[in-house]
Nanobody, 115 residues
Framework: QVQLVESGGGLVQAGESLTLSCAAS????????MGWYRQAPGKQRVLVAT???????NYADSVKGRFTISRDNGKNSVYLQLNSLKPEDTAVYYC?????????WGQGTQVTVSS
């Protein structure tokens, strides 16, 4: 069983920055993908960014150039640096781990951006 614990959400003004962190524990294989998804009120959960164990990244078009995903394989952790935040970035951000034995989700952390 895998557990993901997120931290770092909060309330910021437009243009400011935040850093989200997620630590995974449990049965974690060496080959996996970790990432961040978000869900705004009344909308579906969508991909924000992912990163493989080899460091290959993928970003949603809406965050390219503003958000940066990184990971520390030794700590089984993934990070998301959110810069130049916009009100439309307001959402619950979920950490995710994908591996061949199954996927896991964190409980979510709220990011609110005021205009």
């Amino acid at each position: 069983q895998v557990q993901l614990v997120e931290s770092g959400g909060g309330l910021v003004q437009a243009g400011e920055s935040l850093t989200l962190s997620c630590a995974a524990s449990g049965r974690i294989l060496s080959i996996n993908s970790m990432g961040w998804y978000r869900q705004a009120p009344g909308k579906q959960r969508v991909l924000v960014a992912t990163i493989t164990n080899e460091g290959t990244t993928n970003y949603a078009d809406s965050v390219k150039g503003r958000f940066t995903i990184s990971r520390d394989n030794g700590k089984n952790s993934v990070y998301l640096q959110l810069n130049s935040l916009k009100p439309e970035d307001t959402a619950v951000y979920y950490c995710a781990l994908q591996q061949v034995i199954g996927n896991a989700w964190g409980q979510g952390t709220q990011v609110t951006v005021s205009s």
